[in-house]
């Protein structure tokens, strides 16, 4: 055998091990989205949208927790959403050489690869211990810091993937650099800017440990942003460890709206970005 005969073996060889491992990666999805499904629509009904969680016989529901997760995710991206796309638009345009941006860069790099559990360990300690109790800020909080990294770094990106003669024509026109960056950039951008904004809060939205850590859970309604609130997720966690059947089996039904919910969140950033490709 020559040794153009050996590279093709060998292609043909990583292809198959490719393939095959390819297959087995989502075979393995198949077989948890279809578990998934199965159990949580065993367990699906209308009382979970609109009864809070109850007790162990499983006459309860979730919705002070659906409402919970939608309170806390939406002020956390009230938060993390202009401090990221102000951050990204900085490293874009202004940190591209400098030591600083280098640095912010970097940090950012980290918060991004962090372990959700430490973000929230770090909240319970300068946001919950002082205060001396858990809060549905806090929660806010953690997921803001889970938010933000993802917000700056697509944001960089899109601004990145501008063509610099748009930049060159508005400073030629005499346009100012905020009046550049506002009119211009963000607005060519926009669209993967705002994809990046749907996949941090679809990101958020399913973290456990952070709320954990720092809202706790609650198990009727709280709309006080000073105490403990539910989440979907903590409320997951908590009825999945229970040795009630009937609070595991509406942790199944959690699940599956947790992931409808994420999912959507997804298809909605994806049709974002193709509709602005189209343009």
Do not use: C, H
């Not at 390819?22 to 699906?44: D, E, P, Q, R």
């Not at 346009?175 to 211009?184: I, L, R």
């Amino acid at each position: 055998m020559n040794r153009f005969q050996r590279r093709l073996a060998f292609d043909a060889t990583m292809q198959v091990i490719a393939t095959g491992l390819a297959l087995i990666a989502l075979a393995m999805m198949a077989w948890i989205l279809v578990t998934l499904v199965v159990k949580g629509a065993n367990a699906l009904s209308l009382r979970i949208f609109w009864l809070p969680m109850g007790p162990p016989d499983g006459s309860g529901g979730l919705a002070n927790a659906i409402v919970g997760s939608f309170i806390q995710v939406m002020i956390a991206t009230a938060i993390a959403a202009p401090v990221g796309v102000l951050a990204g638009t900085y490293l874009s345009e202004m940190g591209q050489s400098s030591r600083f941006g280098a640095s912010v860069r970097f940090i950012n790099d980290v918060l991004l690869s962090a372990p959700s559990i430490l973000i929230g360990l770090f909240v319970y300690d300068i946001a919950v211990r002082p205060f001396g109790g858990y809060s549905a800020i806090a929660g806010s909080l953690a997921l803001s810091i889970v938010i933000l990294p993802v917000v700056v770094r697509s944001t960089e990106d899109m601004l990145r993937l501008v063509p610099g003669s748009l930049r060159e024509a508005a400073f030629a026109l005499g346009a100012p650099q905020w009046k550049v960056v506002t009119s211009v950039l963000w607005r060519a951008g926009r669209a993967g800017i705002v994809t990046g904004m749907l996949l941090a809060l679809a990101r958020a939205a399913g973290e456990t440990a952070p709320l954990i850590f720092t809202s706790l859970g609650n198990g009727s309604w709280s709309f006080t942003l000073t105490e403990p609130m539910g989440s979907l997720p903590a409320a997951i966690y908590q009825y999945a460890s229970s040795s009630s059947q009937a609070w595991v089996d509406l942790s199944w039904a959690g699940a599956l709206v947790i992931t409808v919910g994420v999912l959507v969140l997804n298809i909605v950033s994806r049709v974002v970005l193709a509709g602005a490709g189209r343009k």
